[in-house]
């Protein structure tokens, strides 16, 4: 479990702001990847720090390690927009077809909440503004079309057999431009009917730690700052800090696991969001070499 001072770190960390020569414009949308091919992890370690020099030898020795840790051959670089924490979580859920927590387990569960909350105004859910990169006029529709299309495309990969299911994701989020940005709204969403759900249960015994230092920030005392400070600014102009990462997983279901390159040798090198040990949650691997720029890696199995 990490300790408060982490946490209060984790507060603090800069967002996955990504590489923003990748995000030029709205225009240029149809001629972005956001998932990159499988490559092997040592090769791309190699290729991304080749020089001769103890900064280079660190992070190709840090790569060496995640493959000999994790298990895993093979690296996918996701795009380095503002979505990119988020994409790079819901690309390993659904690429291991690994199902939703059951308070949010259908659209129908997902949907019903929206429709109550819309209705309370404490929550301001009628400001979502889809980082500005969907068309719409009626915010509670739209808010509708997102879930579907998340949890439609969800479901057809439950169906899928594993070998089928990776290279659907990629084709999927890089043929569509506009499903890649519904689902990463839907992904949103369900992070803000989670908080509103833990805001309203404060009480609770198994009220999770991290959510302390959520309600703490001056951006974010309630679900309705989140929403405005926080949520509305991913994936327009801001990623998610890291604290946000696992409210993230916590609202999937899932334990969102980080080697952070950077801090290879140290004792945070590997990151849980969250740390949870009293949940059995299915696991996601990401990996970061600055803690703002996600890619995945892929266990072998």
Not at 206 to 227: C, M
Not at 277 to 293: A, F, S
Request: hydrophobic share 35%; with cysteine.
């Amino acid at each position: 479990m990490a300790t408060s001072s982490e946490f209060e770190d984790l507060c603090t960390t800069p967002r996955d702001t990504g590489r923003k020569d990748l995000e030029k414009g709205r225009d240029e949308e149809k001629n972005v990847i956001n998932v990159g091919p499988q490559q092997n992890i040592q090769e791309y370690g190699k290729t991304r720090w080749p020089r001769d020099n103890p900064v280079s030898q660190k992070y190709r020795e840090a790569y060496d390690f995640v493959q000999q840790t994790f298990s895993c051959t093979y690296i996918r670089v996701i795009r380095g927009d503002n979505y990119c924490g988020i994409r790079s979580c819901i690309v390993q859920l659904l690429i291991n077809g690994i199902a939703i927590k059951q308070e949010f387990a259908t659209a129908e569960i997902v949907k019903n909440l929206l429709n109550q909350y819309l209705e309370e105004p404490e929550w301001e859910l009628k400001r979502w503004s889809f980082a500005r990169r969907l068309n719409y006029t009626d915010v509670k529709e739209m808010l509708f079309s997102c879930i579907d299309e998340f949890y439609s495309q969800h479901n057809l990969a439950l169906e899928m057999d594993k070998t089928e299911r990776e290279d659907w994701v990629e084709d999927l989020l890089n043929r569509e431009p506009i499903v890649d940005i519904k689902i990463m709204e839907a992904a949103k969403l369900l992070m803000l009917l989670d908080i509103i759900d833990v805001y309203k249960n404060q009480q609770a015994v198994d009220y999770p730690f991290f959510v302390q230092f959520i309600f703490a920030r001056d951006t974010s005392h309630t679900p309705a700052d989140l929403l405005r400070n926080i949520l509305n600014a991913v994936g327009d102009n801001d990623g998610l800090e890291q604290i946000d990462m696992c409210l993230l997983g916590h609202a999937l279901g899932v334990q969102i696991t980080v080697p952070r390159l950077y801090r290879y040798g140290r004792e945070d090198f590997i990151l849980k969001f969250p740390d949870l040990p009293d949940k059995n949650w299915d696991k996601v691997y990401l990996i970061t070499e600055d803690d703002r720029h996600y890619n995945i890696i892929l266990k072998d199995n």
